[in-house]
């Protein structure tokens, strides 16, 4: 079955970077791309940016250009998500999720509490 | 970027009422729009890809329509299950944009 299991739990300081792992496993790696998702608390979903898992090609969203890098590794069947220069404002849970016309398989999310 | 707009923000209802939510995109999106139910701390779960097809696993009692700029989600027969928060986003064009959010709630 489809699964995609993401690290644990971040607090970080101001200032910091993170970088969150999203692991799949169940299907074929390079055949789907996968998207990030964050979620503030109490808020809605926001669109992050998307990578090809099978060249690597990524596209983000302006608002996080500069801040973002997503990446993967093939041999692991992994894809990562690193945002630096943490603020207050990027507490949120982030979410890798497979893209399939729509979003149809989802990590459990991970919580990057950004504090000081 | 595409905005998207849902309404209303929040929707009371009953057990068994049809209940519509409404997706309006700033420009065309074609038919590329998707539906998710967002339950407390769970992540979103996928319920209708392009527009109207019905995801694998999802009671029929859901259903989407629309193309362009207006779209859909039906739920004919509320049940207990689906009283959450619903979103709608567009798939056409990067940035993947959601709306904002539609909290479904017991009256």
């Known amino acids: 079955q489809v699964q995609l299991v993401q690290s644990g739990a971040e607090v970080k300081k101001p200032g910091a970077s993170v970088k969150v792992s999203c692991k799949a496993s169940?299907?074929?790696?390079?055949?789907?791309?996968m998207h990030w998702v964050r979620q503030a608390p109490g808020q809605g979903l926001e669109w992050m940016g998307i990578?090809?898992?099978?060249?690597?090609?990524?596209t983000y969203a302006q608002k996080f250009l500069g801040r973002v890098t997503m990446t993967r590794e093939t041999s692991t069947s992994t894809v990562y998500m690193e945002l630096t220069s943490l603020r207050s404002e990027d507490t949120a849970v982030y979410y890798c999720a497979r893209y399939s016309s729509g979003n149809d398989y989802w990590g459990q999310g991970t919580l990057v509490t950004v504090s000081s | 970027d595409i905005q998207m707009t849902q309404s209303p923000s929040t929707l009371s209802a009953s057990v068994g009422d049809r209940v519509t939510i409404t997706c309006r995109a700033s420009q065309s999106i074609s038919g590329w729009l998707a539906w998710y139910q967002q339950k407390p701390g769970r992540a979103p779960n996928l319920l209708i890809y392009?527009?109207?097809s019905l995801e694998s696993g999802v009671p029929s009692r859901f259903s989407g329509s629309g193309s362009g700029t207006e779209f859909t989600l039906t739920i004919s027969s509320l049940q207990p299950d689906d009283f959450a928060t619903y979103y709608c986003?567009?798939?056409?064009?990067?940035?993947?944009?959601f709306g904002q959010g539609t909290k479904l709630e017991i009256k």
């Open positions: 392009q527009a109207s």
């Open positions: 169940g299907y074929n790696f390079t055949t789907y791309f």
């Open positions: 986003q567009q798939y056409n064009t990067y940035p993947c944009s």
């Open positions: 990578i090809n898992p099978r060249g690597g090609s990524t």
